[in-house]
């Protein structure tokens, strides 16, 4: 998918993470900020660009905001961004396909 | 990804909580509190620019958190609204194991539901009639088709009234006797017993009111009710402690079973357990003492 404009997805409460996606500039830049960046902060950069990855996303710049949100949360919030930013997040999402 | 078991349409449905399917801090141990049903919630809960973060969430949750025994409900938007479609796509998707469709007034209303569920449990290969359905009634039309609703579909498990909408509608407001939806409350109950389905009782809003709550599940249950939607984790002990059987009924239940199993292989129709008569017809209400008691862990028996 490609990134159209400006979106985001999440929030900034415990458990949660923030996402913001903007068109990029040939590639994929992550910035990540998390309260537990130390602990977790290779795993959480791994999630979200293997989800960008399934998405066919290869050209964004990246923000995560994370809360200390599992797994689960950081795929909902980066998909959500990035179905957002193409106007595609209402209805027909690929449940099982791409978004898995 | 946690396949989840074959969803059990009759099972036990004492304590029914909402969760906003929005808020993963919610969700994510949710199945902590030993609530029979987890209802996640894609309605009210949600605002209405965050239903497709919410969809994607559920998703998520759905495929990653085991919730055990716990069973897992979502409550869709209305069919009024533009979102039921793709709330129904995510829930089949996801394998929930049930869906509450919200302001149902008319078994058309669940045919529409049926067919939706159906076709996606088509498209993402989900085993067919899986997904159990139940409505929840918040208007006098919904009140008064409340049978040809319960009986709309044999994915139906259950009917559950929502007090908010149902007494705006009806110009009135919470009593604490429950004056205000008896009628409403009384004529659901025998609409899901007619049509086998189970029935469950509005939330109770007042979180600070402990003798109000305690009040409206004791008339709950004394009305006959499955079970009762919660909001706070906090209401699940007291519903869970009123909707057990007593000691002296689960003693009674199993005396009436095994005397009556004696005396009808006796050849002996009607007879008397403790001074009271019993016939065949004490039977089905002794035998359901015992499954709740078995249910709630208060009996190991073989008799049921």
């Known amino acids: ?100 | 990804m946690i396949p989840r078991p074959t969803p059990d349409r009759f099972r036990l449905r004492r304590s029914m909580i909402f969760m906003s399917a929005q808020k993963p801090g919610l969700i994510k141990d949710a199945y902590i509190y030993g609530v029979d049903s987890i209802m996640l919630d894609l309605e009210d809960a949600v605002a209405e620019n965050q239903k497709d973060a919410a969809r994607f969430s559920l998703y998520h949750t759905l495929k990653t958190i085991d919730y055990g025994d716990t069973e897992v409900i979502v409550r869709i938007n209305g069919l009024d609204t533009p979102h039921w479609q793709e709330d129904i796509r995510v829930c089949v998707a996801g394998g929930a194991d049930g869906i509450r469709i919200a302001k149902c007034e008319s078994a058309n209303d669940v045919h529409i539901v049926e067919k939706a569920v159906e076709e996606a449990e088509e498209e993402f290969g989900v085993e067919k009639g899986r997904t159990l359905l139940m409505a929840a009634l918040e208007s006098p039309k919904g009140i008064i088709n409340a049978y040809e609703i319960c009986a709309a579909s044999d994915r139906m498990f259950g009917v559950a009234i929502s007090g908010g909408d149902f007494r705006k509608s009806m110009q009135t407001t919470f009593q604490r006797d429950g004056i205000d939806m008896v009628y409403a409350r009384g004529a659901m109950l025998v609409a899901a017993r007619a049509a086998g389905v189970q029935c469950f009782d509005t939330v109770f809003t007042n979180l600070d009111d402990a003798e109000g709550f305690e009040a409206e599940v004791r008339q709950n249950k004394a009305m006959g009710f499955d079970g009762k939607s919660l909001i706070n984790p906090k209401q699940i002990r007291l519903v869970h402690e009123i909707f057990a059987p007593t000691e002296k009924e689960v003693v009674q239940a199993e005396k009436i079973v095994r005397a009556y199993r004696e005396q009808s292989a006796a050849g002996v129709g009607v007879f008397t357990v403790d001074g009271k008569m019993i016939d065949i017809a004490f039977i089905p209400g002794a035998e359901r003492v015992l499954k709740l008691a078995r249910a709630c862990g208060l009996w190991e028996g073989d008799l049921v």
């Open chain 1, 1 to 100: 998918m490609e990134i159209l404009k400006p979106a985001m997805a999440g929030t900034l409460e415990s458990s949660d993470a923030q996402v913001t996606v903007e068109p990029g500039e040939g590639k994929i830049e992550l910035s990540l900020e998390s309260s537990v960046l130390n602990q977790y902060g290779r795993q959480i950069r791994q999630t979200v660009l293997e989800t960008l990855d399934r998405l066919g996303v290869n050209n964004a710049r990246v923000t995560v905001v994370d809360k200390g949100a599992l797994d689960c949360t950081l795929k909902a919030r980066v998909e959500c961004a990035v179905f957002r930013s193409c106007d595609a997040s209402a209805k027909n999402i690929p449940w099982g396909g791409a978004v898995r």
